[in-house]
């Protein structure tokens, strides 16, 4: 692209809506979930060296978010590292807004097809390995807005998700539960998956 | 005394080897695949808030950020030289202060016009 | 001494940390300073107004809560006396006290998270806002005794609100009043002189007050211009002309004027509340309504002074059961008309604070 | 061969060791490896000290999971990051992108090398031990910029530039403050300098030691000065685009500057090594810990300061301050040695408080730039 001096250009509006067409077009199924991990516990015993524990510890308690909160269960995230419930605990209050530091998508929020885009960047964008929480209704079906036609019926529609926390919004304790799990869905991971 | 420089020059080798070997550490263990790596095309691309990079990025700057830059070379290599006096300001006695004195002063004019010609201010 | 230099196109959002959610300002800078910006929403852009025509009039209700999430009750009540007075219903007495009770928490909820999230986007590391925090935590405690949720609530109904306070909200609200004036002022000691807080805030993105009243800005916004306009005093709704509170103004319309605003908003609300449980009646708290109600073919606006400034909900209807066609005026988005004035010629660290003293919501900027 | 230097010193003067000489190059591999493995041990643990810290000051716990109260977090922290994938931007400069953290890393740990952790335990004595750490800290600002410029990325290009106006500009300041010292000390080497030091320079000094310690957090970027990594507006800063163990060699080197910053500010200002009772190399630790903390504090207390306000305060707050500090204090050594330092340390105190005050009755709050 050329260097734009005037910013009120026509031709990224344009732009960008294609973008979003395409993207809408290309996603009308779920994306298929990361590979069933309860299934495999007893492959996975026998393979589980130290080498993957000590990682698996280590990415389970750091887990960095990123800062890609859509609306309003964001004030439950917040609620969620605020003093009250502190997610700092467990290595979690780095909010990091470049995806390359994060490890964790948290989707706090209904995703329009405007956005959706922009999400599916960031999360491209994002390191491996990489996590996302699908939290509240929204974020799994679109929830009470999954009639409308600017919303996304549930963010598994571009990214894949590992957990799923239902809600509208859920409480920071079930998202902590939510975080729990997830955790638990890290330790289980092999290396050698990549 | 030259030893002592031997000794930081070594020691500069060795704070180098560590760094590299810090940053070299990822390569050698993508090698096992403890360290993942899935290139794509957008996941090379810049990030900027999720959009596509408008424009160029690596233009003609802003002088103003250089300003200061060009600033501290004028007076903080001058600046050095209070050090040796500064050490032997003991030694060398009420006699030296004069000198100084009118060497900073040199400085100041310079000091002062810089901030009356505004390039101290960000504007 | 002029060198030529060359501007840059920068977005600031969707994804940013300080642009309150998802919204987009396009920003043409050269080095720090913002020479042009166009503000990009719609990110958030469910469809709200359209989707109402789809439902039900009480099925409505819970998609007000999500407009301004931050401060649910006054969408839900917003839009609830629009409907009653389009159908003419009557409220209770005890219903109106309740309303105007949890109103104004919302407004303390709102105000705290707007003020900590000023001083986020200055730049203190959190500290403030998680302090705001553990009193909307108690207040979130509060509205979840009643309505059995922490930020949606769906309390209120046409003709009154769902159901009554629990027995224990009262005293708990009154320990909460009693507590959080000492809080403010113990905040204020943090914040109100802190000189960085004062070089960074004032004289930083002043709104004149014509320019506020050309953009039709309200709520602090509007006020700290030095306007007083209060739709509770201006024209009172629900119950608001029993109360006896100040409406404060600002006089420049900087960044630092609508942060003092927002906390002697807290101080009033806090004598509202107040009074509102001093005089709180007994009896029923809602006049049933049909689920499937008709109200008749008119059309009405209806307006409130939400936290953020004047939330209006115009509903036409046309004799069936669900609007002909609804449209809800943001404060949000009619605040940032001036956005692009405000933050022409200001550098990248003011654009950001002048949009936090703003203290929009996405939610009810996109719909 | 060199001048002998006992290292058993370091760890206790009394005890039979602490004579212990080495040759060359034994000394070198003890304090080259003695130098990085402290550093990076005490970064994990300040990283550690820092989040409960700032959990504590903002009425929370902070990392109390990985490991026993939490000791263990950065060291997952360095587990993931370790592990994280590799990025390079395809559009990045990619030699300069690669060799940015090392430029930003190396300069820090080199600090080091000249700080005593004990009377003549340290790996050079030179002879211009504060000219070298001067010389040296200014290359991490070089580090800093390469990755900002390197990244091809607009808000770590526009870090970078900042990185150019301001780490530049508090180099000024802070060399400045030291030559208070110096004249006092009438030597250059840190080793002198902790030596002369029967009462700690902060109480001859207080306001070269305000103005080191401002200026330092300008260059470690340390809040009200951090606008290199500012959150709110350039979403990451500098290091936008590394992920990876690049990344976290920033994270490293953000941090050791902070800690080598509080150990100069300990060496210089704060009697170094010195202290009854303990061990000396404990007195420096907890003197490094003090500061620290105080920046911690600092960090979880105030707001940013703008570009123009940071610059102004630089170049027309501190730089007069610091010329004013030389002044008086070379009018004292040279025309009354004898002063007694109390004397000396009350108007040093007087006239930093005149010229703070003085200076706050011109300074306008507010505005687009600052007018004094």
Redo the contacts between chains.
Sequence with gaps: MEIRTDSTSLDIDRHEGNLIKELRSSSTKPVTEPSGWLSEDLKRNIFLTTVDNVLNWGRKSSLWTETAFTACCTFEFISLSSSRFDIARFGMEVLRSSPRHADLIITAGTLTWKMAPQIKRVYEQMAEPKWVIAMGACGITGGIFADSYSVVPGYNRILPIDVYIPGCPPRPEALLAGIELLRKKVEKRSFLQG | ?L???S??A???L???G???T??L???A??KI??????P??????????????????????????????L??IT??IT??F??PW?????N???S??GV??SF?GIL?VG?IYA?RKGA???? | MAIKTEPILLNLGPIHPSTHGVFRMRALVDGEVITDIEPVFGYLHRGIEKLAEQKSYRQFIPLTDRLDYVASMNNNLAYVTAVEKLAGIEVPERAEYIRVIMSEIQRIISHLLGIGSFFNDMGTFFTPFFYMFIQKEKLTDLLEMVSGQRLLFNYMRFGGVSHDLPDEFLPALNTFLKEMPAEIDKYERLLKENEIVLARSKKVGILSPDMAINSSASGPVLRASGIEWDIRKADPYSIYDRFDFDIPTGTVGDCYDRYRVRVEELRQSIRILEQAVAGIPKGKVLNPVPLRFRPPEGEVYSHIESNKGELGFHVISDGSDKPYRLHIRAPSLLNLTALRKMLTGWKIADAIIIFGSIDICVGEVDR | MPELITVGAAISPNLPWSDWQFGFWIHLLIFGIGIISLLLGSVIIFIWLERRLVGRFQRRLGPNRAGPLGLLQSVADVIKILTKEDIVPSRADKLIFWIAPIVAFTPVVLMLAVVPVADGALLADLNIGILFVIAISSITALGVFMAGWASYNKYSILSAMRTVAQLVSYEMPLILSMVGVVIIAGSLSLNDIVKTQTVPFIVLQPAGFFIFFIASLAEINRTPFDLLEADSELVAGYNIEYSGMKFATFYLTEYCEAIVLSTLAATIFLGGWQGPWLPPIVWLLLKIGIVFCFIVWIRSTLPRLRIDQVMGFAWKFLLPLAILNIFVTSIFVALWPETPAWLMGLTNLAILVAYILFWSKLFKPGGKAVAV
């Design positions: 005394m030893s002592e420089f000794l930081i070594l020691f500069i060795i704070v180098m560590f760094a590299t810090l940053v550490i990822p390569q263990l993508k695949g403890i360290v993942p790596s899935k794509s095309e957008v996941k090379y691309e810049p990030y900027e808030c999720g959009l596509e990079t408008i424009g160029e990025t690596w233009v003609q700057f802003k002088i103003r950020y250089y300003f200061y830059a600033l501290l007076l903080d600046v050095i209070l050090y500064a050490v032997e300001l003991k060398l006695g009420s030296s202060l100084i004195f900073i100041a000091y901030w101290l201010e960000w504007k």
